[in-house]
C-alpha cells in the first residue's frame, strides 16, 4: 500500500520566519502534487513535480522532488500570515487511477 | 471560466436518510473524482469517473454509498440510509484527463452532518 507521510504534523512560527514541511514514502511516485487548502475550502494546487531532482520555486516557496522520487520538500521563505493553511501532498498511485494524500501540515503564521 | 461547483455546500441529514451530493466540473474537463475528508486529515480517495462510466470504485464503501456521471447533468455522490460515520466533507475534482498526467482542480466540498 502507497502512503504518504507529512511532517510536521502542527507547526505554529512567526512572520518572518522560515520553514521546511516535508513528505515521505517508501514508495515511488512518478509525480507528486503539493495544494493548500483554507478552512471551508477546497485544496488549490501549488506546484507539480515530475522529475528527481526537480526543484521548483514559486515566490516565497521552493519546491523540492527527491532524486528517488519518493520524498518532497516545501520551504517557505519568511512566512507570512497569508501563509497559513493546510498544505498537503498527494501523489498518483502505481497501476492504478487513484490520488494519494498525505493527512497535511497545519501551518499558522502569527503576526 | 467558472471552476468546479459542488452543492450543496452544507447538508444536515438525520440518520436513515438519503444524502445526494452534486458536483458540476469544470468546462471541458470529463473526470471526475470524489474525496471524503474527516476533520484534521487529508483526503481519501472514494470513486473515479469518466462519462457514464465507473472507473475505479475501489475507495467508496461496497454498501449505501453510488455514484454516477451522466451524459448530461452533474456528477452525483448518494449515500443512502446515512449514518453519524458519514459526516464528513466530501470533495470533488475534476480534470481533462487521467489524473497521472492531468492536473485536478477542486470544488468547494459539500460539509455532511448527520444527526
Known amino acids: 500500500t502507497q502512503l504518504l507521510e507529512q511532517s510536521p504534523q502542527f507547526l505554529s512560527i512567526q512572520e518572518g520566519e522560515n520553514l521546511t514541511v516535508y513528505c515521505n514514502s517508501s514508495?515511488?511516485?512518478?509525480?507528486l502534487q503539493w495544494y493548500r487548502q483554507e478552512p471551508g475550502e477546497g485544496p488549490v494546487l501549488l506546484v507539480t513535480v515530475v522529475t528527481g531532482g526537480e526543484v521548483k520555486k514559486l515566490k516565497r516557496l521552493t519546491f523540492q522532488f527527491g532524486d528517488a522520487r519518493k520524498d518532497s520538500s516545501l520551504h517557505i521563505t519568511a512566512a507570512q500570515p497569508g501563509d497559513t493553511g493546510l498544505y498537503l501532498c498527494?501523489?498518483?498511485?502505481?497501476?492504478?487511477?487513484?490520488?494519494?494524500f498525505g493527512a497535511g501540515t497545519r501551518l499558522f503564521v502569527k503576526a | 471560466n467558472a471552476g468546479v461547483m459542488q452543492n450543496p455546500r452544507h447538508l444536515v441529514r438525520r440518520r436513515g436518510q438519503e444524502a445526494r451530493l452534486r458536483c458540476s466540473p469544470m468546462k471541458g474537463h470529463s473526470h471526475v473524482y470524489w474525496y471524503r475528508q474527516l476533520p484534521e486529515e487529508g483526503l481519501k480517495f472514494m470513486v473515479y469517473?469518466?462519462?457514464?462510466?465507473?472507473?475505479?470504485e475501489s475507495g467508496m464503501p461496497k454498501e449505501r454509498f453510488s455514484a454516477e456521471f451522466p451524459k448530461e447533468g452533474p456528477s452525483i455522490l448518494r449515500i443512502q440510509q446515512v449514518v453519524r460515520g458519514d459526516s464528513a466533507a466530501y470533495f470533488c475534482?475534476?480534470?481533462?484527463?487521467?489524473?497521472?498526467?492531468?492536473?485536478?482542480?477542486f470544488g468547494p466540498g459539500t460539509r455532511l452532518t448527520v444527526t
Open positions: 469517473l469518466q462519462k457514464e462510466n465507473i472507473i475505479d
Open positions: 514508495s515511488v511516485f512518478s509525480s
Open positions: 475534482a475534476s480534470s481533462r484527463g487521467q489524473s497521472l498526467d492531468y492536473e485536478q482542480y
Open positions: 498527494a501523489g498518483a498511485a502505481a497501476g492504478g487511477f487513484k490520488t494519494i
